[in-house]
């Protein structure tokens, strides 16, 4: 069941619990989530980044509609890190319910202008739009990109952000990075960030760069009023890390069937395991 990004987070944001939006740069990224979601009765977003479209081509989005609509859950096909009106365009020609126009690297009168275009030509379409206020980390090799050091979203100026550009969710950089951060680093997220946003904005929350985060203060980012994490980096290394193995282990292998079945029972446990802490298991029935 193919819905809107605004109509998904709505009853999370009201039962107090997020859906994961998973990166499907490929065959497999894609098969990993819907099985897993559908086994787990989750709500589903499929995101798919500007570079992964170019890569999957137009005609993969056909595919990925095609599951939207065959199986029962909610799921949200959504733009990841949109950079310009162009990918946008494209986007909701092939048929996303969602886009994500970034912005967050120019400064705050640019980023307010720029988004306000996108939610114009959005809302023709009734497709929902999520923007970014502050900067989330970058720790390099990610499509999404982002700062070096991450710039924490000011809670002052978010309902000015919102108010004015009259988008339907948030991103909000509160101590994540997109990638895996390396052992030498220790990620905190600043829940004391996030509960004052929640007392200026009434719209759902997003948090980007979740992989590799600890698992009790994701949880805690949900309970305080995170609807929607983005989860990608943490599905890629174990798909590809079981795929790497088996091929090492079988020199000159080359069916696909033979080279990605561990790996997508192994991502489908990582994701198994995200459900349980975005407190997302069962809630495709309130949906009905
Ligand atoms: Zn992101």
């Known amino acids: 069941m193919l819905i809107t990004m605004k109509d998904a987070l709505k009853v999370a944001q009201k039962n107090k619990f997020a859906l994961g939006a998973y990166n499907i740069g490929n065959h ?6 819907v099985e897993t979601c559908v ?20 005609g993969f989005v056909e595919y990925v509609k095609f599951e939207a609509n065959r199986v029962s859950i909610p799921v949200v096909i959504h733009m990841d890190h949109g950079g310009n009106i162009d990918q946008i365009k494209r986007a909701i020609k092939c048929g996303f ?9 120019a400064d705050f009168e640019e980023n307010i202008k720029k988004t306000k275009e996108v939610v114009a030509y959005a809302k023709n379409f009734n497709v929902s739009v999520e923007a970014e206020l502050g900067t989330i980390g970058d720790l390099g090799d990610t499509l999404e990109g982002g700062s070096p050091t991450i710039i ?19 991103a909000v950089a509160v101590g994540t990075s997109h990638g895996i951060y390396p052992k030498h680093m220790t990620p905190h997220i600043r829940t004391d960030i996030i509960k004052e946003i929640t007392k200026v904005v009434s ?4 948090l ?36 790497r193995t088996y ?13 990605f079945p561990t790996g997508i029972e192994a991502a489908k446990k990582v994701i198994k395991h995200k459900l349980g802490l975005l407190n997302c298991v069962g809630k495709a029935s309130l949906y009905k």
Not at 152 to 168: G, K, L
Not at 212 to 241: H, Q, R, W
């Open 28 to 33: 497999e990224l894609l098969r990993v989530a």
């Open 247 to 259: 091929l090492d282990n079988n020199i000159g292998a080359m069916e696909p069937l033979k080279i």
């Open 97 to 105: 319910t969602s886009v994500m126009i970034d912005v967050s690297h």
């Open 203 to 206: 719209i759902p929350l997003v």
């Open 39 to 58: 086994e787990n009765n989750a709500p589903l977003i499929l995101a798919i980044h500007p570079d992964e479209l170019e890569y999957l081509t137009d």
């Open 152 to 170: 924490y979203t000011d809670p002052s100026v978010a309902a000015e952000f919102v108010e004015r550009t009259q988008i339907d969710t948030l």
């Open 208 to 243: 980007h760069g979740g992989s590799a985060n600890p698992d009790n203060e994701i949880a805690e980012a949900v309970s305080l009023g995170i609807s929607k994490v983005n989860i990608s980096s943490d599905i890629k290394v174990v798909l590809f890390n079981e795929a």
